[in-house]
């Protein structure tokens, strides 16, 4: 396990509220850095492979894209299958998160969770249909958690206390 430096700390930071909207987003990193744009894709890299970072992705706004029904679809799955059906799941390429969860009984039996995003809850619901499909008879039970609003989306953030300047 590796442990981020003053430099690696740095570029997180800058990452960390998403790459610059820019014809080359490295070259606005780098400069924001003061670091060499090469540094920039070596230790971005180097982070990505020892998961210090889980990933560089594009985040689309589903209510811009008019995906306006959001649902939780839950699962109650055998425990036994659970990561070979929640892997399956997670891969379909309408759920946008996947992950497994205890169960808390006698009240909460599901173990499951696959976020669903659609125009509407028809097509939700289509959706919730396709995953029961797949779980077979390894689901005893589900349902879908609908969103009510919207609540702001980050991820962790870190602060930037003690990150000095760096150079590269």
């Given amino acids: 396990m590796m442990t981020p430096d003053a430099i690696d700390r740095k570029l997180m930071l800058a990452l960390q509220g998403g790459l610059p909207l820019e014809v ?56 036994e299958l659970i990561d070979r059906l929640g892997a399956a ?4 390429s309408f759920v946008s998160h996947c992950y497994r ?29 396709v995953i029961a499909e797949l779980l077979g008879q390894s689901c005893r039970a589900n349902d879908i958690l609908y969103s009510t609003r919207i609540l702001k989306k980050t991820g962790m953030r870190i602060g930037n206390k003690g990150v000095p300047p760096c150079s590269g």
């Fill in 24 to 79: 080359e987003p490295w070259a606005a990193v780098a400069r924001e850095t003061g670091l060499a744009e090469g540094v920039v894709m070596a230790r971005v890299n180097r982070l990505l492979e020892n998961r210090a970072i889980r990933r560089i992705a594009a985040v689309p706004n589903h209510y811009r894209l008019g995906m306006t029904a959001n649902g939780m679809t839950v699962w109650d799955v055998d425990d």
């Fill in 101 to 129: 969860r205890p169960r808390k009984l006698p009240d909460w039996p599901y173990n499951l969770f696959a976020m669903v995003h659609g125009r509407d809850r028809g097509e939700v619901e289509t959706k919730r249909g």
């Fill in 89 to 92: 799941v997670g891969a379909l």
